[in-house]
């Protein structure tokens, strides 16, 4: 039996992965003609990640604390 991963997590991680892509690209075009909407994005972004970051964490943590059975 092989470990079970929360592939529901890992969607939602890559989905909002997508999005802080898209707030930095923003930002960066943004960045000269208006550095608040610039810092605004980058801000929203870097939430984003914290959020992702968790995600992922949750899922290593599941992983980890189920037992590996190696099939021989």
């Known amino acids: 039996m092989t470990n079970q991963v929360d592939t529901n997590k890992l969607k939602q991680a890559e989905a909002a992965s997508s999005i802080v892509k898209d707030m930095i690209t923003s930002a960066i075009e943004q960045s000269a003609a208006n550095t608040t909407l610039c810092l ?3 801000k929203q972004a870097s939430s984003e990640v914290a959020q992702i ?9 599941q992983m980890q604390t189920q037992p590996s059975y190696s099939e021989e």
């Open 40 to 42: 605004e994005a980058l």
């Open 53 to 61: 970051q968790t995600l992922i964490s949750q899922v290593q943590s």
